[in-house]
């Protein structure tokens, strides 16, 4: 069984994307301030620089096939900064949708796995959605 090692720096990772989730929803909330957006979006990108390390995250946004994803959440994250966080927001979350499609078939069987979520997830109509979007040996190995 492969162990995640957790060190400071990730520890400190994870915080940091947390506050960076959490502020953006804050900025939603608060009818897209764009200030409480903008130090989301700072915070969870320093997050997971600091989770998964500088190298890997730039092996990550430069791939060839997240560049679409890339170059969406950062022309939403300028057009959040400049003062236009609704379009920002748009672009930001289909860049995410974008970025991040690899890591929900991971995600499905994680959250299957934890007690009484999973037995939730487990029922044969929320079973078979899963299924559907989980995919066949799509999952991204963690």
Do not use: C, H
Request: charged share 15%; no cysteine.
């Amino acid at each position: 069984m492969v162990s995640f090692e957790m060190n400071d720096r990730k520890k400190i990772g994870l915080g940091l994307t947390g506050f960076g989730i959490f502020f953006s929803f804050m900025g939603i909330i608060f009818f897209f301030d764009k200030g409480l957006l903008a130090m989301g979006n700072i915070l969870f990108i320093s997050g997971v620089t600091l989770t998964i390390g500088l190298k890997s995250t730039m092996q990550f946004f430069t791939k060839r096939q997240n560049f679409k994803g890339t170059i969406s959440f950062g022309v939403g994250f300028f057009l959040v900064v400049i003062g236009w966080p609704i379009f920002g927001m748009i672009l930001e979350a289909y860049g995410f949708i974008v970025l991040f499609s690899g890591f929900w078939p991971t995600l499905a069987v994680f959250l299957q796995r934890i007690p009484v979520l999973g037995w939730l997830l487990q029922q044969p109509y929320v079973r078979s959605l899963f299924d559907r979007f989980r995919g066949r040996g799509r999952r991204v190995p963690v």
